[in-house]
């Protein structure tokens, strides 16, 4: 079983709508979580962080994480097509400042006009 | 503030022949990781530096790789001799202490044929 589980997608959406990016994990040490978006050729560039459970809200992404099923997720509302690009999520046990990241494979989002 | 550079973006090489990777992390930054993407995979974690000394190199594949970090500035991954499975992306990212997450640069795109 892999540490960390993502549909890689891709997922096609008209522009205004909601959508739901989730990812599940194994590891039960994993204290952080981050959404990183990576537009092509570039780097991944860290969107959402969270600690422990709970929720995150900027602008017009959220971020929600349940510990107790493993489960985290990322909504986006009034998504735009400067949206689209592959979304990660990535964990880890420790400070993500300094702490080994596990990624999922990522979500591939694209977002029509 | 400049990110985190590398270079070169892209190298195409034989089988058996030797590729050196720079990155050069954000001024400051006493964390520099390397990480991978091989094709259809998730990024994988290859090696952190704290300053110049080697924090975690649990995830470098084989002896075919070393890191070095000089003066705790930039880091170069050297792969001698590269094999065909070395194909990837490779990312650089820098990080300091308090921050949350890294900055990720934008890779280096290898070609091993």
């Not at chain 1, 422990?52 to 349940?66: M, P």
């Not at chain 1, 493993?70 to 998504?79: P, T």
Request: glycine share 10%.
């Amino acid at each position: 079983q892999k540490e960390v589980e993502q549909d890689p997608g891709p997922l096609s959406v008209p522009e205004g709508a909601i959508v739901s990016l989730n990812c599940t994990y194994s590891n039960s040490a994993f204290q952080y979580f981050m959404w990183y978006r990576q537009y092509s050729r570039k780097g991944p560039e860290l969107l959402m962080y969270t600690y422990s459970s709970g929720n995150k809200e900027d602008g017009r992404f959220t971020a929600q994480v349940d510990k107790s099923s493993k489960y985290i997720s990322l909504f986006i509302r009034d998504s735009q097509p400067s949206d689209s690009a592959t979304y990660l999520c990535a964990m880890s046990a420790g400070n993500s400042g300094y702490s080994t990241l596990t990624f999922g494979k990522g979500t591939m989002l694209l977002v029509s006009p | 503030e400049a990110g985190v550079t590398q270079f070169p973006s892209h190298s195409v090489i034989e089988k058996g022949q030797t590729v050196t990777l720079r990155c050069d992390p954000i001024s400051g930054h006493d964390n520099l990781y390397w990480y991978r993407r091989v094709m259809g995979k998730e990024i994988k974690f290859l090696l952190h530096f704290v300053k110049e000394s080697k924090q975690d190199e649990s995830g470098m594949p084989n002896n075919r790789f070393l890191a070095e970090r000089t003066g705790g500035t930039y880091s170069t991954l050297k792969v001698q001799p590269a094999e065909l499975e070395d194909s990837g992306v490779y990312f650089c990212a820098s990080s300091h202490p308090g921050n949350y997450g890294y900055t990720f640069g934008s890779g280096t795109r290898l070609t091993v044929v």
